[in-house]
């Protein structure tokens, strides 16, 4: 895993282009699948019915949400990124987001990022960062995603 530090949040500021990442691998299996179906109440066969999935659906398996591979941004982010002094952060939302292929169960994924964006807002920095959700193995990525933090330094 490889990862950027910075002392402050100020130090984002003239980051534009810098390339982060990529972080180690995960696996997405039947389980954490399951959970998340559980915790959204989104049960759709393609996500929990590995049989029907072999049988009906295109993947020949269950496939992740899409929504728990966005979710992965915040798995990501901080692996990716850190700041030293901060009073607090905040996730302030995304701009686009994307999915252009399926994470199958039991595939690896990883995130790899770009700062796109960083400038003084509501107090603090805001910095936009571009974050892209690859699976091993697959040339297209499962979810490009913009998230917009917020960095309040220390007072």
């Not at 030293?84 to 952060?89: E, L, V």
């Not at 964006?117 to 571009?130: C, N, T, W």
Request: some cysteine; hydrophobic content about 40%; glycine content about 8%.
């Amino acid at each position: 895993m490889t990862q950027k530090v910075f002392a402050t949040p100020h130090d984002l500021l003239g980051q534009d282009g810098t390339v982060l990442g990529p972080t180690d691998y995960i696996e997405i299996d039947q389980q954490r699948i399951d959970q998340f179906a559980a915790a959204t109440g989104d049960h759709q066969w393609i996500h929990v019915d590995p049989e029907r999935a072999a049988r009906e659906s295109d993947f020949g398996c269950t496939i992740a949400h899409g929504y728990l591979t966005l979710s992965l941004a915040n798995l990501f982010l901080p692996q990716m990124l850190h700041i030293d002094k901060f009073a607090m952060g905040v996730n302030y939302g995304v701009d686009s987001v994307r999915f252009p292929a399926a994470v199958k169960v039991n595939a690896k994924v990883r995130g790899r990022g770009e700062i796109i964006k960083v400038d003084e807002a509501k107090g603090g920095i805001r910095s936009v960062v571009r974050i892209t959700v690859e699976v091993e193995g697959q040339e297209r990525p499962a979810c490009i995603v913009d998230t917009i933090s917020l960095y309040f330094p220390e007072q």
